[in-house]
């Protein structure tokens, strides 16, 4: 199911398309069937899982073509036919420093010193929480 490697630079990214039988196996780059961000680095990407709520609550996770991409100023829910599904974006002039995703979420440190964690539900990013773990994160 990995189609992708998704390549960071200093101030940019690069996506390069496995090889596959519709390629004869070999590597190239996607033109524009997949909407990662190329011009800032990657923080942190994943495949994820595809996350429903039933009508009694619980939740059903199903294998999906969902992708996330953390970059300073982004996180990215993107499917990989369908294009950017939801984003979220830090307040003002706050960053993006680290990132973790999981198979339905995403956790991230802001340089603000808050540490956000946003579900992946019904493709869309849901359930923020946030708490202050420090003023700062500048000097890290």
């Given at each position: 199911?990995?189609?992708?490697?998704?390549?960071?630079?200093?101030?940019?990214?690069?996506?390069?398309?496995?090889?596959?039988?519709?390629?004869?196996?070999?590597?190239?780059?996607?033109?524009?069937?997949?909407?990662?961000?190329?011009?800032?680095?990657?923080?942190?990407?994943?495949?994820?899982?595809?996350?429903?709520?039933?009508?009694?609550?619980?939740?059903?996770?199903?294998?999906?073509?969902?992708?996330?991409?953390?970059?300073?100023?982004?996180?990215?829910?993107?499917?990989?036919?369908?294009?950017?599904?939801?984003?979220?974006?830090?307040?003002g002039n706050d960053e993006i420093l680290l990132a973790d995703v999981s198979p339905s979420q995403v956790c991230v440190a802001l340089a603000s010193g808050r540490i956000l964690l946003l579900q992946i539900c019904s493709?869309?990013?849901?359930?923020?929480?946030?708490?202050?773990?420090?003023?700062?994160?500048?000097?890290?």
């Amino acid at each position: 199911f990995h189609r992708f490697l998704l390549i960071s630079k200093h101030n940019s990214s690069q996506c390069i398309r496995l090889p596959g039988q519709e390629f004869n196996g070999k590597l190239t780059l996607p033109k524009e069937d997949v909407e990662f961000n190329l011009d800032a680095p990657t923080i942190a990407a994943s495949n994820v899982l595809g996350r429903e709520v039933t009508e009694n609550g619980k939740s059903v996770y199903d294998d999906s073509a969902y992708l996330v991409q953390v970059t300073p100023r982004a996180i990215i829910l993107l499917e990989t036919s369908l294009g950017i599904l939801d984003n979220w974006i830090p307040d003002g002039n706050d960053e993006i420093l680290l990132a973790d995703v999981s198979p339905s979420q995403v956790c991230v440190a802001l340089a603000s010193g808050r540490i956000l964690l946003l579900q992946i539900c019904s493709e869309k990013l849901q359930g923020q929480r946030s708490r202050l773990l420090l003023s700062s994160l500048d000097n890290i």
